[in-house]
């Protein structure tokens, strides 16, 4: 008994090791450029959206075991204004600072609202790999069970081997089986399989044959398989969950994305509201500089001091800058929905239907960044922007791609252990049966021809026969103590080898890994390219923006001395009303020129710190307040003493 338990421990020992022993490392290859995380005014930028839901992990399975069979809670998206929007609102004006409509852009952005939902996405991708459900092999165990019942009827062709004898009138025999087979499966990092299964039935039978009536079986087998060349490894095994875990980086770094592109298209907006507004303000500037002309001429007309061409002039001049207002007025409005559509989830929700949107941040010069070195810059660049940390992850992938397809190109050849264990008991009857004897019969002598009794002679006496039966009980308890004392044990192990003869499918893949990995790269310097021209590009937009500026205010200023001694002139009657309105003319346009000027700089600024990865530091921005919607800093709410300091009042 000693021994087979020793063989059954080393046979479950060795098996166990195939699971444990230690294995090479296949180490994930680094692509490309490693990101460094960028300095913000509150620390280290980080991609990783911890704040929000994780989705790639699933419910614990203890103490509650159903758990596992309930559906994870996605809550329903809110498609309602934050309330921050409804306290900007005052007497059907939208009080907006470039901070509030920044934050309200974060808080309800329908784009980044979309967007937020990607890394969840990805976080379930996630789950999936680490099932291993999507790959060679499964990681979360499964446990099988099968319990039935059976009566079943036979005939009887031949007696004999029935059991129930020739001279039987019994026509069929009945068995009746109850079965309740239990198995478990599951697979590890290295490509080790186990699978274990533990079997039990109980059957009785009206035939005699049977040593046990009834009787139960019991049967405990564990296998272990191990691959020793294709599919062996953590990689191969976990290439998906890397990937995923890659590919769930790569959705946080398109949310970073996301949330610089919208927060650039909201501060953009913002400004051209801006310049929509002031320049409504110089048409109206000019409409009434051309009203009054007009009606001077007008009088002088009148008076008849005034030729009626000067007077057709004006009111040809009066009805151009109207025609200018109109569009300006027009322009004024469509950037005013296109803004209000950018802050909000619903433009017509409460207040807001026919709200007028009042700019409060003052048009400033931004510093002065665009002396820095364009190496410094670019290197910058490489670092913040999240589309080169996407085609790094992306690259990275390709990379693990390759090397699993690599192994697949190795021949099948699995280690395998097996061990069975069986234990067969039941009731048992035991048969005792006396055999005849036969013994001399002192009353009936043998007697010779004469009839005379021989002496020591007798005829023989028959015993009678006797049989005695014993029951000996038995069942599934001892057929457990077999199971478990390894009293019929079974023992084997060997190899598998299929070896592919052509292999054409797994060098496709691989082939297609490597030309894949090979675009990759390639794709990776393109983009730092068009980075470069990005940075490159921006940096000579504030530039030239800063030129522009100092040109348009000089014209500007030089356009308002001509208007005012052309005046003086008209006034003296040294000039007509229509160089006026030329001089007039040059002056709006000279304003409208340096407004354009103004604006265009602040937004060559906006567009430079996109470049460049700034936006989200210089506006203070933190991705985990991004993802969750909501902004930690307090609206500028018209009427409290920030507001009116922000707004200048």
């Not at 980044?112 to 996405?121: C, D, E, G, K, Y």
């Not at 490597?514 to 393109?526: A, F, H, I, M, T």
């Amino acid at each position: 008994m000693s021994r087979r338990l020793t063989h059954a421990a080393l046979a479950l020992l060795t098996a166990a090791s195939l699971v444990v022993s230690p294995v090479y490392t296949q180490a994930q290859g680094t692509q490309g450029q490693a990101q460094t995380a960028a300095q913000t005014t509150s620390g280290t930028r980080s991609l990783n959206l911890s704040m929000g839901p994780d989705y790639s992990k699933g419910p614990r399975w203890f103490p509650n075991l159903v758990a596992p069979y309930s559906p994870i809670h996605a809550p329903q998206p809110i498609l309602t204004n934050s309330p921050r929007i409804g306290q900007l609102v005052d007497n059907g004006k939208l009080m907006l600072s470039l901070e509030d409509a920044i934050s309200l852009a974060l808080e309800n952005n329908l784009d980044i609202a979309v967007q937020r939902f990607t890394p969840w996405l990805d976080e379930a991708n996630l789950l999936l790999a680490k099932s291993g459900a999507n790959g060679k092999t499964v990681f979360d165990p499964s446990v099988t069970s099968n319990f039935y019942l059976e009566e079943q009827t036979i005939p009887i062709n031949n007696p004999f081997f029935a059991g129930v004898g020739f001279g039987s009138a019994t026509s069929s025999i009945i068995n009746h089986t109850a079965v309740g087979n239990f198995g478990y499966t599951q697979g590890f990092e290295p490509g080790t399989q186990l699978q274990v299964t533990f079997d039990n039935s109980r059957s009785s039978t009206t035939s005699s044959f049977n040593s046990f009536n009834p009787s139960v079986q019991t049967s405990l087998q564990v296998q272990l398989t191990q691959p020793l060349l294709n599919g062996f490894g953590r990689l191969i095994n976990k290439r998906y969950i890397i990937e995923a875990k890659n590919t769930v980086k790569v959705g946080e770094s398109q949310f970073a994305q996301q949330v610089m592109t919208t927060v650039t298209q909201v501060a953009n907006a913002y400004w051209e509201l801006v310049y929509a507004r002031e320049n409504v303000n110089v048409e109206l500037a000019a409409v009434g500089v051309s009203q009054k002309l007009y009606e001077d001429n007008k009088k002088q007309l009148e008076i008849g001091t005034m030729a009626p061409l000067d007077v057709l002039t004006a009111e040809s001049q009066l009805a151009t800058d109207q025609q200018n207002l109109i569009v300006a007025q027009t322009v004024q409005l469509q950037d005013q929905t296109t803004l209000l559509n950018a802050i909000t989830k619903d433009p017509l929700a409460g207040p807001l239907a026919g709200v007028e949107i009042v700019p409060t941040t003052p048009i400033t010069p931004p510093d002065v960044t665009e002396n820095i070195p364009i190496q410094d810059a670019v290197k910058e660049a490489y670092q913040k922007r999240p589309e080169l940390q996407q085609a790094d992850l992306n690259l990275k992938n390709a990379g693990v791609e390759v090397k699993a397809t690599k192994n697949l190109l190795l021949p099948t050849l699995n280690l395998f252990g097996f061990y069975n264990s069986t234990g067969l008991d039941g009731t048992r009857t035991i048969v005792t049966t006396t055999p005849l004897t036969f013994a001399p019969n002192l009353n009936a002598p043998v007697v010779d021809a004469t009839g005379t009794p021989i002496p020591g002679s007798f005829e023989s006496l028959v015993a009678t026969a006797s049989t005695t039966r014993t029951v000996v009980p038995g069942g599934l308890g001892d057929s457990w103590d077999q199971l478990i004392h390894s009293k019929f044990p079974t023992f084997e192990g060997g190899l598998n080898l299929t070896l592919p003869v052509r292999n054409r499918a797994a060098q496709a893949a691989n082939a297609t890994a490597q030309l894949n990995q090979r675009s990759q790269e390639v794709k990776y310097r393109q983009l730092q390219n068009s980075i470069f021209v990005n940075v490159r590009n921006a940096q000579i937009a504030l530039e030239q923006g800063r030129a522009q500026v100092a040109a348009a205010q000089k014209a500007r200023s030089l356009a308002q001395q001509t208007l005012d001694d052309e005046v003086k002139k008209y006034q003296l009657g040294s000039s007509t009303s229509y160089q006026v309105v030329l001089r007039s003319r040059d002056l709006t346009s000279a304003q409208g020129t340096e407004l354009r000027a103004r604006i265009n700089l602040v937004e060559a600024a906006v567009n430079f710190n996109q470049a460049v990865g700034r936006t989200l530091e210089v506006n203070n921005i933190t991705l985990a307040d991004a993802l969750a919607g909501r902004v930690s800093g307090e609206p500028n709410i018209p009427g409290t003493p920030d507001a009116d300091v922000h707004s200048g009042r």
